[in-house]
């Protein structure tokens, strides 16, 4: 697999699809790697030219020392896109994919083609729900809060139903490491767009899900009404709805990228 070696951040990424279609890049959650796009690809791979990559301290990607901030993360994206000497993407991310997503709509929109938002918010959280969680991962590692987030990344009943998905799911999650996890805890914690998005003026598609409970179906619709022209979609599904409603998400995104 290749990597991309930037100012201070070596960026492990994954190229798919053809070289002649146009590019998508793909942004992963807190506490995942690029392989949570999986379902996605076979019918991504057959329209676009794919960029994923594992956001600085997930996956194979290097863990600079914290605190992270979202404008890191966007930097690191600009930085990848030159590696790759692609001028304008088409930029999909979900959760905090989504918020570095945001961070480039509005600080370089001359990058975006498109935009999809999936499963994020403006501002996720606040201090009093992450600063805890920071400090049980600090001490625990990231195990000791992954039953918890596993309970809102996929509904009961997804679970239920697909349970070597969700073992899978569960073990990316448990795979993370601590020091890279807090450290983008930090990022989105401090991150608020709330003002910043109605700046926003590239072609936008939100997705939420009906009962994620991390960044409610409330937070996409505020995201859908405060950005210029963007639609909106929800999916019957908890926060990682590219995973519980794979299908619909894949064909729903695509369409739109294709519109």
Known sequence: MPFAQLQNVRIHYEVSGPGSAYP???????????????????????????VRYDTRGHGQ???PRGPYRVEELGRDV??????????RVHFCGLSMGGSTGMWLAINAPNRLNKLVLCNTAAKIGTPEI?????????????KAISQGVIGRWLSEGFRAQSPVVAAKTLN???????????????????FDARQAIAAIRVPTLVVAG??????????????????????????????????????????????????
């Open 61 to 63: 990607s290097s863990i």
């Open 172 to 190: 990316m999650l448990e795979s993370s490491n601590t020091e890279g996890y807090v450290a983008n805890c930090e990022a989105i914690r401090d």
């Open 24 to 50: 998508l890049v793909l942004s992963n959650s807190l506490g995942s790697n690029f392989s949570m796009w999986d379902p996605q690809m076979s019918v991504f791979t057959e329209h676009f030219h794919v």
């Open 210 to 259: 009906t009962h994620d409970v991390s960044t409610t179906a409330g937070d996409g619709r505020f995201l859908a009404e405060t950005i210029a022209d963007a639609r909106y979609l929800e999916l019957d599904a908890a926060h990682l709805s590219n995973i519980e409603q794979s299908e619909r998400f894949t064909s729903e995104v695509a369409a739109f990228l294709l519109s």
């Open 78 to 87: 600009l930085g990848l896109l030159e590696t790759l000497h692609l001028e």
């Open 130 to 142: 992450w600063n805890p969680r920071i400090e049980a991962v600090r001490k625990n590692g990231v």
